[in-house]
């Protein structure tokens, strides 16, 4: 039997490395280390001093560096089994070039010294990165002996690959639950969510129990799992079925749950907390300094979205009310950038997307494109779409990387595709510039022009984004290019007067969009303008009420006056694209637009303004 990487690798997104469900300094689980050496200890206790400091804005005496460092001398010279276990972790988040093949050294180092966490994340990655069936099955063996030595982690995963019957394993119900059960009875809670999900439906429909599900639910979201609080806020703030039953929306329940769970600092009820003093909703006063507090304690506990909140604070300040005299946040960019690096040890798309934004501009930090468009590349990877645009921006110009243009075009590519207006215009200079190949029916200008008509049609872009591409189109049309391949150049100055026009009234200051607007003009009549103005005001109009009864989008940046509302909590730490920083526009071809400056966490209503609430956010699912 041949057991495909494919395969193995979907079936093993049900089972995860270690991760810490407690207090623990960045995200290193050592609540099951057994008898771990003084030296490691400390340097553990330093690290979460070092976390806490840097929650608060401050600068720790000993750094998150020094005391990895420190880690890595006990590893490397004094063979300390939870150190190498620990470097092999922490190797794995530090986003370095070869940094998986360093950390399976430093894993397979430390299983061999008996550390069973090490077990399990060593047989997790050979298992899930292996064509052969001998490695696959040397993988799970490993995860198997953690099981075994009591490991809590590698329970459930053992558990998951009966369910799957994974490796040559049966699948086997009854085996999986056993071991998620001994997880679970030891306080696990994820082991008691799992166990949730089994008798919800994964156990298969001969173990569907609606009413065990709903326990090991609350068991679990009383033991501060994540998932668990996720689902069980989301049943009782709105009211959901889960299984066949109806639970009855509560949100003073859930209120009092998750206050409870950040009386105990689980960072994930700290979080929510914070979110909830921040928006004011559910009934919890809207209180921004105690949500400030909030958010700094889930930070010091690791959790990635209140680690990005709180870095979009200091990265932009806040002041509530200018006219009280007192700044609430005091803008402070190294903090900011060291809380995003935390946040990027957690492989947040938008943490990662953001430290490249610091390396990218020389703030806080030398300039360093190479290292810009290292942590662009892995933030594009993870999904986040101004990443994307930003990859293919440094691989067009060749900043920090080869010039490829086929690389960049690809992901101006996915970035259009994921929805976002600048890779659609950076792939409509392209086209125009003859760097892509174009349909056979088509030509550059033809390509490029349904790019930019694409921008000029949708309903919510940027207002720089929507100028350089009325620009564009507008150069296309007065050119006439809009012709077959060979023949002569036929000049639509009607249309190239219309997109200059609207141009101009986006950016009314601009002296190139009015001396372009002159130009057409001169090619037509007073008729002609009479009419097209006519149109362009309609078709203005027409957008603006389009835009006033369209959903609010999440906005973009900070603002002076107002506090930062929590991120959306998602898996991926994902926020809305951030609106496009000015980019030179002409209608001749130019390299694409530059994307923004930083993500940073959407701004809620100024005091004294009409306030839009946005919807509960559930925590950040990590496992």
Same mark, same amino acid.
């Given at each position: 039997?041949?057991?495909?990487?494919?395969?193995?690798?979907?079936?093993?997104?049900?089972?995860?490395?270690?991760?810490?469900?407690?207090?623990?300094?960045?995200?290193?689980?050592?609540?099951?280390?057994?008898?771990?050496?003084?030296?490691?200890?400390?340097?553990?206790?330093?690290?979460?001093?070092?976390?806490?400091?840097?929650?608060?804005?401050?600068?720790?005496?000993?750094?998150?560096?020094?005391?990895?460092?420190?880690?890595?001398?006990?590893?490397?010279?004094?063979?300390?089994?939870?150190?190498?276990?620990?470097?092999?972790?922490?190797?794995?988040?530090?986003?370095?070039?070869?940094?998986?093949?360093?950390?399976?050294?430093?894993?397979?180092?430390?299983?061999?010294?008996?550390?069973?966490?090490?077990?399990?994340?060593?047989?997790?990655?050979?298992?899930?990165?292996?064509?052969?069936?001998?490695?696959?099955?040397?993988?799970?063996?490993?995860?198997?002996?953690?099981?075994?030595?009591?490991?809590?982690?590698?329970?459930?995963?053992?558990?998951?690959?009966?369910?799957?019957?994974?490796?040559?394993?049966?699948?086997?119900?009854?085996?999986?639950?056993?071991?998620?059960?001994?997880?679970?009875?030891?306080?696990?809670?994820?082991?008691?969510?799992?166990?949730?999900?089994?008798?919800?439906?994964?156990?298969?429909?001969?173990?569907?129990?609606?009413?065990?599900?709903?326990?090991?639910?609350?068991?679990?979201?009383?033991?501060?799992?994540?998932?668990?609080?996720?689902?069980?806020?989301?049943?009782?703030?709105?009211?959901?079925?889960?299984?066949?039953?109806?639970?009855?929306?509560?949100?003073?329940?859930?209120?009092?749950?998750?206050?409870?769970?950040?009386?105990?600092?689980?960072?994930?009820?700290?979080?929510?907390?914070?979110?909830?003093?921040?928006?004011?909703?559910?009934?919890?006063?809207?209180?921004?300094?105690?949500?400030?507090?909030?958010?700094?304690?889930?930070?010091?506990?690791?959790?990635?979205?209140?680690?990005?909140?709180?870095?979009?604070?200091?990265?932009?300040?806040?002041?509530?009310?200018?006219?009280?005299?007192?700044?609430?946040?005091?803008?402070?960019?190294?903090?900011?950038?060291?809380?995003?690096?935390?946040?990027?040890?957690?492989?947040?798309?938008?943490?990662?997307?953001?430290?490249?934004?610091?390396?990218?501009?020389?703030?806080?930090?030398?300039?360093?494109?190479?290292?810009?468009?290292?942590?662009?590349?892995?933030?594009?990877?993870?999904?986040?779409?101004?990443?994307?645009?930003?990859?293919?921006?440094?691989?067009?110009?060749?900043?920090?990387?080869?010039?490829?243009?086929?690389?960049?075009?690809?992901?101006?590519?996915?970035?259009?595709?994921?929805?976002?207006?600048?890779?659609?215009?950076?792939?409509?200079?392209?086209?125009?510039?003859?760097?892509?190949?174009?349909?056979?029916?088509?030509?550059?200008?033809?390509?490029?022009?349904?790019?930019?008509?694409?921008?000029?049609?949708?309903?919510?872009?940027?207002?720089?984004?929507?100028?350089?591409?009325?620009?564009?189109?507008?150069?296309?049309?007065?050119?006439?290019?809009?012709?077959?391949?060979?023949?002569?150049?036929?000049?639509?100055?009607?249309?190239?007067?219309?997109?200059?026009?609207?141009?101009?009234?986006?950016?009314?200051?601009?002296?190139?969009?009015?001396?372009?607007?002159?130009?057409?003009?001169?090619?037509?009549?007073?008729?002609?303008?009479?009419?097209?103005? /006519?149109?362009?005001?309609?078709? $203005? =109009? !027409?957008?603006? #009420?389009?835009?006033?009864? %369209? @959903? +609010? *989008? &999440?906005?973009?940046?900070?603002?002076?006056?107002?506090?930062?509302?929590?991120?959306?909590?998602?898996?991926?730490?994902?926020?809305?694209?951030?609106?496009?920083?000015? /980019?030179?526009?002409?209608?001749? $071809? =130019? !390299?694409?637009? #530059?994307?923004?400056?930083? %993500? @940073? +966490? *959407? &701004?809620?209503?100024?005091?004294?303004?009409?306030?839009?609430?946005?919807?509960?956010?559930?925590?950040?699912?990590?496992?």
């Amino acid at each position: 039997m041949i057991v495909k990487t494919t395969l193995v690798a979907a079936a093993l997104s049900a089972i995860t490395l270690v991760q810490a469900m407690g207090a623990s300094a960045l995200g290193l689980n050592t609540e099951e280390w057994k008898k771990p050496s003084a030296e490691m200890v400390a340097q553990v206790e330093a690290m979460e001093k070092a976390m806490a400091a840097m929650a608060k804005g401050e600068t720790p005496e000993v750094t998150l560096q020094q005391a990895i460092d420190k880690i890595r001398e006990l590893a490397d010279k004094g063979n300390d089994k939870d150190a190498l276990f620990a470097m092999g972790f922490l190797m794995q988040q530090s986003q370095q070039q070869n940094a998986l093949a360093e950390a399976m050294t430093y894993y397979k180092r430390a299983a061999d010294a008996g550390q069973l966490q090490a077990m399990n994340n060593y047989g997790f990655i050979l298992a899930g990165s292996s064509q052969e069936v001998e490695k696959t099955k040397e993988g799970l063996d490993f995860i198997k002996k953690a099981a075994e030595g009591g490991l809590n982690a590698a329970r459930r995963n053992m558990a998951a690959i009966y369910l799957n019957g994974l490796g040559g394993e049966e699948r086997n119900p009854d085996g999986a639950v056993e071991l998620l059960e001994k997880a679970a009875n030891e306080g696990d809670g994820q082991a008691q969510f799992e166990l949730a999900q089994f008798y919800l439906e994964l156990g298969g429909p001969e173990k569907v129990d609606d009413d065990k599900a709903w326990d090991w639910l609350n068991k679990a979201a009383d033991s501060g799992n994540p998932n668990a609080l996720a689902t069980l806020g989301s049943v009782l703030f709105d009211g959901k079925t889960f299984g066949a039953r109806k639970i009855e929306a509560d949100p003073k329940a859930a209120v009092e749950k998750f206050s409870k769970l950040a009386e105990q600092n689980v960072p994930a009820g700290l979080r929510t907390m914070a979110e909830l003093h921040a928006s004011g909703q559910a009934g919890v006063e809207k209180d921004f300094p105690k949500a400030l507090e909030y958010f700094s304690r889930a930070a010091q506990g690791n959790d990635a979205a209140a680690q990005v909140v709180l870095a979009g604070y200091y990265d932009q300040g806040v002041d509530l009310d200018p006219a009280d005299q007192k700044i609430d946040v005091a803008p402070n960019a190294a903090a900011a950038l060291e809380l995003y690096r935390l946040a990027a040890r957690n492989n947040v798309p938008l943490a990662l997307y953001n430290v490249g934004i610091f390396y990218e501009e020389g703030r806080a930090v030398d300039q360093d494109a190479t290292k810009a468009f290292a942590h662009f590349l892995q933030a594009a990877g993870g999904g986040f779409a101004p990443a994307m645009q930003k990859a293919g921006v440094y691989y067009l110009n060749g900043a920090g990387t080869l010039r490829d243009p086929i690389a960049a075009a690809g992901w101006f590519n996915r970035a259009a595709a994921m929805g976002l207006p600048e890779g659609l215009l950076s792939l409509g200079v392209m086209a125009e510039s003859g760097m892509v190949a174009v349909a056979a029916e088509s030509t550059p200008a033809k390509a490029a022009s349904e790019a930019y008509q694409q921008i000029v049609n949708a309903p919510q872009v940027a207002d720089q984004t929507r100028f350089e591409a009325l620009l564009r189109l507008g150069g296309i049309y007065f050119r006439g290019a809009l012709v077959a391949a060979g023949e002569a150049p036929a000049p639509d100055y009607e249309n190239a007067y219309k997109q200059f026009k609207q141009a101009t009234e986006l950016a009314p200051g601009n002296e190139l969009a009015a001396n372009l607007l002159k130009e057409a003009a001169a090619k037509l009549t007073p008729e002609q303008i009479k009419k097209v103005d /006519a149109a362009v005001a309609e078709a $203005a =109009a !027409a957008r603006k #009420a389009a835009l006033e009864t %369209a @959903a +609010p *989008a &999440a906005q973009q940046g900070g603002q002076k006056g107002a506090a930062p509302a929590a991120p959306r909590a998602e898996p991926t730490g994902q926020r809305t694209a951030p609106s496009a920083a000015p /980019a030179t526009a002409s209608s001749e $071809a =130019a !390299a694409p637009a #530059a994307m923004p400056a930083a %993500a @940073a +966490p *959407a &701004a809620a209503p100024a005091a004294g303004g009409e306030e839009k609430k946005p919807g509960f956010r559930l925590p950040l699912f990590n496992r």
